[in-house]
């Protein structure tokens, strides 16, 4: 049985989610980027927002979110190169999704 939802109500769903704190843009990303993936592979994704939960993480930065898994910048970049190192960091290793105020990233 499955119940197909609109993306402005798995967005609710995902920021109603007391276990977690979405940001609106961050589940918008989110969401949007779930929505990509379904029409990529050409079948639904089942909405389980436990799952999603404890599959992705919302990060206020890059740099935040790669330091949580032992990345150390280096001593002389200036901010804008250790974002940006960040980021390739974090692709290197995961799914990324960037949006404003953050970056979301499959845990790994």
Request: aromatic share 10%; proline share 1%.
């Given at each position: 049985m499955h119940q197909n939802i609109s993306t402005d109500e798995a967005?609710?769903?995902?920021?109603?989610?007391?276990?977690?704190?979405?940001?609106?843009s961050g589940a918008e990303?989110?969401?949007e980027y779930l929505e990509d993936l379904e029409d990529s592979l050409g079948e639904s994704i089942a909405f389980d927002r436990v799952a999603i939960r404890c599959e992705y993480s919302e990060y206020s930065s890059a740099l935040e979110a790669a330091e949580h898994y032992g990345f150390i910048p280096e001593d002389d970049e200036d901010e804008d190169n250790v974002e940006s190192s960040a980021i390739t960091y974090l692709e290197n290793k995961t799914?990324?999704?960037k949006f404003e105020g953050g970056?979301?990233?499959q845990q790994f």
């Amino acid at each position: 049985m499955h119940q197909n939802i609109s993306t402005d109500e798995a967005i609710k769903l995902l920021k109603e989610d007391d276990n977690t704190d979405w940001s609106w843009s961050g589940a918008e990303a989110l969401v949007e980027y779930l929505e990509d993936l379904e029409d990529s592979l050409g079948e639904s994704i089942a909405f389980d927002r436990v799952a999603i939960r404890c599959e992705y993480s919302e990060y206020s930065s890059a740099l935040e979110a790669a330091e949580h898994y032992g990345f150390i910048p280096e001593d002389d970049e200036d901010e804008d190169n250790v974002e940006s190192s960040a980021i390739t960091y974090l692709e290197n290793k995961t799914t990324v999704i960037k949006f404003e105020g953050g970056v979301i990233i499959q845990q790994f």
